[in-house]
């Protein structure tokens, strides 16, 4: 079964913190995005990467950066989290050139900054 | 970049009914349709998906959702729904050949006994 996961289930970090997001997938993708869901908003693209080592800034990036040094490891880091950066960050995979395919996606880690 | 619309953000409907949940996107070309259900406290999961050919695409759970192009939406339909049905339900668009996913805002469907 194709698996992709996301470390933490459920984080509470104060304002000013710096907050790492792990997220691993098995599938041998070369795409990961990061998303973020928040009530009445849907799903907001932060940043995805399309190789090792490679990034690009999605609709929401401000506050925001990312980490593959590994293919099958993608990091979503707040720098300074900030409590607008409570929410619920979705991690999700697909294959090169598999538009047509599914985007598989983590758990979720919730975030609450206080 | 494509624009997603789920015109109803909440649906409540009682059990055994049917139920229609409504996604339309912006713009005509090539385009792939996914629908994807989120239950409480989980990721999303394909619910089904439509490439190319038949334009009523049947997925799991007992959904089905029609393409038209003309109008440009891929509703969602189950002509019976059950309390498991309780989710929230998303609609996403992939432009061929990117992997840039568009998402709705979502429709969260309640399914009353």
């Known amino acids: 079964d194709v698996k992709v996961t996301q470390s933490s289930r459920y984080l509470v970090k104060r304002t000013g913190e710096k907050v790492f997001l792990e997220c691993v997938q098995d599938m041998d993708h070369e795409n990961m995005f990061w998303y973020r869901q928040d009530p009445g908003l849907g799903l907001r693209l932060i940043y995805f990467?399309?190789?090792?080592?490679?990034?690009e800034k999605g609709d929401i990036p401000e506050g925001y950066s990312v980490s593959r040094e590994k293919k099958e490891r993608f990091s979503l880091i707040l720098e300074s989290a900030s409590t607008n950066q409570t929410s619920m960050y979705l991690c999700?995979?697909?294959?090169?050139?598999?538009?047509?395919?599914?985007?598989?996606f983590g758990e979720g880690s919730r975030l609450t900054v206080l | 970049a494509q624009s997603v619309t789920q015109l109803d953000s909440q649906v409540p409907v009682f059990e055994e009914a049917p139920v229609e949940l409504r996604c339309n996107y912006s713009s005509s070309v090539s385009v792939y349709l996914f629908w994807y259900v989120q239950y409480p406290n989980q990721g999303l999961q394909l619910l089904l998906k439509y490439l190319s050919g038949s334009t009523l695409v049947k997925g799991i759970n007992g959904f089905e959702a029609e393409f038209n192009k003309s109008q440009t939406s891929f509703h969602l339909r189950k002509p019976s729904v059950h309390i498991s049905d309780t989710a929230e339900y998303f609609c996403?668009?992939?432009?061929?050949?990117?992997?840039?996913?568009?998402f709705g805002t979502g429709t969260s469907l309640t399914v009353i006994p």
């Open positions: 990467s399309y190789d090792v080592k490679m990034k």
């Open positions: 999700a995979s697909i294959g090169q050139g598999e538009g047509t395919g599914e985007l598989f």
């Open positions: 996403a668009v992939s432009e061929f050949p990117g992997n840039q996913f568009y």
